[in-house]
């Protein structure tokens, strides 16, 4: 594959549907029109056929493919199924007991998928050519992770430590081997052609070609979330543990920003006070003409995103709990943080049964045991309610969390930049925001 090119992985499931919208090639034979591909016997099975590996070409560089029940927002709480149609080469492999569907394309092209994909191809221009370097720098630097990877010793990918206590884990795109990256939120969001259809798009990308964000003279890890919930995360609270001088723990403000940054969310009252009220910065904002432009029409039926609260019965949260760590704690007597990281977001929590005592952690690990899907964020506090009649039982009947952000609050918070958009902000000026000490490099 050229450096200039970059592997998607769409799909992994036992049987896959391809809708060929032209002539491709496959070990000789020319085709188009629907094709039923699936795993059987160790390999892909495809025209009578076991292969371990087989690669469709197109035979002009227009022609496109379509894939059938693609799932986006795996996990979330807006999962579903949708066609997809891409561009470029279809690699199949067989991949632990699924086949593994990759799109093979140029970056440039796949940079224009991403923004769009991201978010509405309709937002501003700066918010895009922003999002474009963004996107660009953490594909190069994932790339350049996965190809140093066999030089790297197996302990430094151990993404988690568990015992009979506790368990804490972190999710990154070192768990893929097969493929640059994956097509959904695990890396970042990549639809194909589905919603690629806007111009300003294509300017967005081609006006930032080539450029990324570095420090030194590595390209930078350019995290992003939807909404910091009005104060930006460290790298080492939500993935291994070290620190990035261009991911930096700020509030996302500019007046103010000394007055703020002296607030040590760490601390449990001030967190409380933080995350309980609705302090100024440029991601609080119920502008629906913004977040029409940012959001997708899945996204915007989240519109709680920069506080929100969530009620548990005592059966729900306990039965959660036994269903996502497979231990039983007994009634839930207490959800309490041990680390809070400098937005407030959890990243060491204890919870505390009848019967036994857990910690989880990181931040991602929390948001998925304390929701069917994710909670919207780790930063949040908790309040247990007792019945009336019941006030001398420790034992809550509910608890409310209430919570601050939606993601992980890492880098650039996508709604935030949309804002600091329309507010008159250049790119440029947007990435130094979110990633100060970095600077603006074009790399090709």
């Keep these: 594959m050229k450096v200039s090119e970059v592997s998607v992985c769409v799909l992994q499931a036992k049987e896959i549907e391809v809708v060929f919208n032209g002539i491709y090639a496959a070990k000789g034979i020319e085709l188009n029109g629907l094709q039923h591909i699936e795993y059987r016997d160790g390999n892909v099975f495809w025209n009578d056929n076991h292969y371990q590996e087989l690669v469709f070409m197109p035979n002009k560089k227009d022609n496109s493919f379509s894939i059938k029940n693609v799932i986006i927002g795996i996990n979330f709480h807006w999962q579903r199924y949708e066609t997809q149609t891409f561009k470029g080469v279809l690699k199949l492999i067989a991949n632990d007991g699924n086949v593994c569907a990759i799109n093979v394309l140029p970056i440039e092209q796949y940079l224009i998928s991403v923004i769009s994909s991201e978010m509405k191809a309709t937002s501003s221009l700066e918010l895009l050519k922003a999002h474009a370097v963004i996107s660009r720098s953490w594909l190069m630097a994932q790339k350049k992770k996965r190809k140093n990877a066999d030089n790297i010793s197996q302990n430094a990918f151990m993404s988690f430590v568990k015992n009979d206590n506790r368990l804490i884990r972190w999710y990154d795109r070192q768990d893929h081997t097969l493929f640059d990256v994956c097509?959904?939120?695990?890396?970042?969001?990549?639809?194909?052609?589905?919603?690629?259809?806007?111009?300003?798009?294509?300017?967005?990308?081609?006006?930032?070609?080539?450029?990324?964000?570095?420090?030194?003279?590595?390209?930078?890890?350019?995290?992003?979330?939807?909404?910091?919930?009005?104060?930006?995360?460290?790298?080492?609270?939500?993935?291994?543990?070290?620190?990035?001088?261009?991911?930096?723990?700020?509030?996302?403000?500019?007046?103010?920003?000394?007055?703020?940054?002296?607030?040590?969310?760490?601390?449990?009252?001030?967190?409380?006070?933080?995350?309980?009220?609705?302090?100024?910065?440029?991601?609080?904002?119920?502008?629906?003409?913004?977040?029409?432009?940012?959001?997708?029409?899945?996204?915007?039926?989240?519109?709680?995103?920069?506080?929100?609260?969530?009620?548990?019965?005592?059966?729900?949260?306990?039965?959660?709990?036994?269903?996502?760590?497979?231990?039983?704690?007994?009634?839930?007597?207490?959800?309490?943080?041990?680390?809070?990281?400098?937005?407030?977001?959890?990243?060491?929590?204890?919870?505390?049964?009848?019967?036994?005592?857990?910690?989880?952690?990181?931040?991602?690990?929390?948001?998925?045991?304390?929701?069917?899907?994710?909670?919207?964020?780790?930063?949040?506090?908790?309040?247990?309610?007792?019945?009336?009649?019941?006030?001398?039982?420790?034992?809550?009947?509910?608890?409310?969390?209430?919570?601050?952000?939606?993601?992980?609050?890492?880098?650039?918070?996508?709604?935030?930049?949309?804002?600091?958009?329309?507010?008159?902000?250049?790119?440029?000026?947007?990435?130094?925001?979110?990633?100060?000490?970095?600077?603006?490099?074009?790399?090709?």
């Design 183 to 444: 097509a959904d939120d695990h890396c970042q969001r990549y639809q194909g052609i589905t919603r690629a259809d806007n111009q300003t798009v294509v300017e967005a990308v081609l006006q930032t070609k080539g450029q990324v964000l570095k420090y030194g003279n590595d390209i930078c890890d350019a995290r992003f979330s939807k909404c910091c919930g009005g104060m930006m995360e460290l790298f080492s609270t939500c993935w291994q543990d070290e620190d990035f001088p261009y991911l930096v723990a700020k509030p996302d403000l500019i007046n103010g920003y000394n007055q703020r940054a002296k607030i040590d969310l760490t601390i449990e009252n001030n967190a409380q006070n933080w995350i309980e009220t609705y302090p100024e910065a440029f991601c609080n904002t119920k502008d629906e003409r913004i977040l029409k432009q940012v959001l997708n029409n899945y996204d915007q039926e989240t519109t709680d995103f920069y506080r929100w609260h969530i009620k548990y019965s005592q059966k729900d949260i306990r039965d959660l709990i036994e269903e996502k760590t497979k231990m039983n704690l007994g009634d839930i007597i207490k959800l309490k943080p041990i680390k809070r990281g400098p937005s407030g977001r959890i990243y060491i929590l204890e919870i505390v049964g009848s019967e036994k005592s857990f910690i989880i952690g990181k931040e991602l690990e929390i948001r998925r045991t304390l929701s069917k899907s994710h909670l919207y964020s780790s930063a949040f506090t908790v309040k247990e309610l007792f019945n009336k009649d019941n006030l001398e039982h420790r034992v809550p009947d509910f608890f409310i969390l209430y919570g601050a952000g939606w993601g992980h609050g890492v880098g650039l918070c996508q709604i935030g930049a949309a804002v600091m958009a329309d507010k008159g902000f250049d790119y440029q000026n947007i990435l130094m925001h979110y990633y100060p000490n970095s600077c603006l490099e074009k790399i090709y």
